[in-house]
């Protein structure tokens, strides 16, 4: 426990560390010629503003009769009074200007560091992804990427300022009046100051547990969302009202606790700084009343302790934010810096394919090290060929295909095109070469069109038509009452499945890859669209090397070779009628598949 808050600090540092580059970043002049830009505008506005008290002392000596001479005086009552709007006004306009000056630099970060994290979350694995939670991770990236713009803004503009801003009153009073008046604004900034860091501490920690709870509770309404025909189905709006209201309650609650600890905090910040203004403030009396100090020295006196309360009350509000942006930025620098599982081998070149033979050698992988899922596997797919790979659910079918598309790297053996690594090849250049077609379909919420042509952004319309004449679909996107233009829906919703596979077989005919993976394409459409939907297969894999992994045995009857896979090992492989004949397991599962859909038919028929 002891060694907690040095690890909050160093935490806060880090993050400190990982932001201060995009205020000074290597090879971009402009955003540092901004950067002092600003800092000149906040000095300058910091020097005027600690001489307005000045010039409404000599305002009210001159009113009030004052003996004294100066230039203050000199120019009179008037005169003091114009110059003293003048720097007030001169005073608001430097901060107005440093913040228009420093906005691009603010903007700037907080757009390069989106990016970086949009990027680098597309970088991360499948394992990664499959476990997130979508709406926490989409606010953890929400409040960590507004943090930056304040993060810099108040790195630069407030805590440094505040001291020399406070420096310089405390300076003041020292020389214009006496070190008591010093001794009073220094004790009260102090106590001022850690109070506000300690109550602050705890603040910080109850916000940690409202946002945690914020989080909870944006998961489970997205959850929810996504998931809207299922919660349909099971008629269980009730229980999903009541899951999401039960993680508003804890959010309630941490969110009582927080306004109520402002309030303390706000009432003890209000106590400190009005106890020292009140000491100040009597001494001054007491100074005009023995006539050491004009009228004009009280007011002045008032004046700069009310100056500072300003800044000193910022201050309370600006390390909370700070705290909280620190740890809203280090959730999200926790983010970034979870490491990519698979990546580029430096030097790594771009896969070269002439035939796209495909060599599974002495394959073995497991998701978990206590769990292997493939124990071995050794194939070979000839160029041009259709591979089928069949088997029980968990032999390990599908595992094949991500190790294939490279979403995971094996833990023995290797996977070759045309005889070279996947794991000495560049990323993109695999996920170029093979074009995959799932078991469902996700689509964009967009057009037709863009999804079709998301498999090669820079086709033409005509293209994209041809790959939906090729998919068996233009007939059906051209009735549309928008064609083309026409919205998909979240994920795809307003189309049927045929109607998204169909997109997809279309998407990935644009892609054109030497390589496809047809991972359980028609496994969950109705008999007669999956006979429609392999023809369009069959016909976008003539030329090139398939793998196909499949559930119904009738879907991959004429493959060139059909393996069969049980836990994680080929146990037979051969063509269909070859495999037939031998009476082992493909025998089996194809009689057993085929007694069910005469079951099916009679039924049907009955």
Do not use: C
């Not at 120019?75 to 006004?89: D, E, H, K, N, P």
Request: charge should be neutral; glycine fraction near 10%; proline fraction near 3%.
């Amino acid at each position: 426990m002891a060694d907690k808050p040095a690890r909050k600090q160093a935490s806060g540092i880090r993050t400190m560390r990982r932001v201060a580059p995009y205020l000074w970043p290597e090879g971009q002049s402009w955003v540092k010629r901004r950067v002092v830009l600003a800092l000149v505008a906040l000095v300058l506005g910091k020097v005027i503003s600690i001489l307005i008290p000045f010039l409404y002392k000599g305002a009210v000596d001159s009113l009030a009769g004052e003996t004294g001479d100066g230039a203050l005086l000199a120019i009179g009552a008037i005169g003091v009074t114009v110059a003293y709007g003048v720097a007030r006004l001169m005073s608001v306009g430097f901060g107005e200007l440093r913040d228009a000056i420093f906005v691009r630099v603010g903007q700037r970060a907080l757009r390069q560091l989106a990016l970086e994290t949009f990027t680098h979350i597309h970088a991360l694995s499948l394992r990664y992804h499959i476990t997130r939670k979508t709406g926490g991770l989409s606010r953890i990236i929400e409040r960590g990427v507004k943090g930056v713009d304040f993060l810099l803004r108040f790195m630069l503009f407030s805590v440094g300022p505040l001291i020399l801003e406070l420096a310089m009153v405390a300076i003041i009073f020292a020389l214009v009046f006496n070190v008591w008046y010093m001794a009073v604004v220094v004790v009260t900034i102090w106590a001022y100051v850690t109070f506000t860091f300690k109550v602050t501490e705890w603040r910080v920690k109850i916000r940690k547990q409202m946002n945690d709870q914020d989080t909870d509770a944006n998961q489970k309404a997205i959850d929810s969302l996504l998931n809207y025909e299922t919660v349909k189905y099971f008629g269980a709006e009730t229980r999903e009202a009541q899951r999401y209201d039960a993680a508003m309650q804890g959010y309630e609650g941490a969110a009582v606790k927080t306004g109520q600890s402002l309030a303390v905090l706000n009432f003890g910040q209000s106590l400190i700084i009005t106890t020292g203004l009140v000491i100040v403030m009597v001494m001054a009396a007491m100074g005009v009343q023995s006539g050491a100090l004009t009228v004009g020295d009280f007011v002045m006196v008032n004046a700069y302790m009310m100056q500072i309360t300003m800044p000193l009350g910022f201050l309370g509000t600006v390390y909370r934010e700070i705290r909280q942006a620190l740890v809203d930025m280090g959730e999200m620098f926790d983010l970034l810096g979870q490491p990519a599982e698979v990546t580029d081998k430096p030097g790594a070149k771009p896969l070269k394919v002439a035939g796209a033979t495909l060599e599974l050698d002495g394959v073995m992988f497991g998701y978990d090290a206590s769990r292997p899922i493939l124990k071995g596997v050794t194939l070979t797919v000839p160029a041009g060929q259709t591979v089928a790979i069949v088997g029980p659910s968990g032999s390990g079918k599908s595992t094949i295909g991500r190790l294939l598309f490279r979403f995971y790297d094996v833990t023995g053996g290797a996977i070759r095109i045309d005889g070279q690594d996947l794991r000495d090849v560049t990323l993109q250049s695999v996920h170029d070469a093979i074009g995959v077609v799932p078991q469902d379909t996700v689509l964009f919420n967009d057009t037709v069109f863009y999804n079709i042509a998301y498999g090669r952004p820079s086709a033409s319309r005509a293209e994209v038509e041809a790959a939906a004449r090729g998919a068996k679909i233009h007939d059906f996107i051209a009735s549309l009452p928008e064609g083309y233009e026409t919205t998909v829906g979240e994920r795809g919703l307003k189309l049927s499945g045929g109607e998204k596979q169909r997109v997809g077989i279309a998407r990935t005919l644009l892609k054109n890859p030497p390589i496809l993976l047809l991972d359980e394409a028609t496994s969950a459409l109705d008999t007669q669209t999956e006979r429609d939907i392999q023809d369009s297969l069959r016909a976008m894999g003539e030329g090139r090397t398939v793998i196909t992994i499949a559930h119904r045995l009738s879907t991959i009857a004429d493959a060139d070779q059909i393996v069969v896979l049980e836990a994680g090992q080929i146990v037979e492989q051969g063509k269909h009628e070859a495999l037939l004949e031998a009476g082992g397991r493909y025998a089996a599962m194809w009689a057993r598949q085929s007694a069910e859909v005469e079951d099916e038919g009679e039924d049907a028929a009955a």
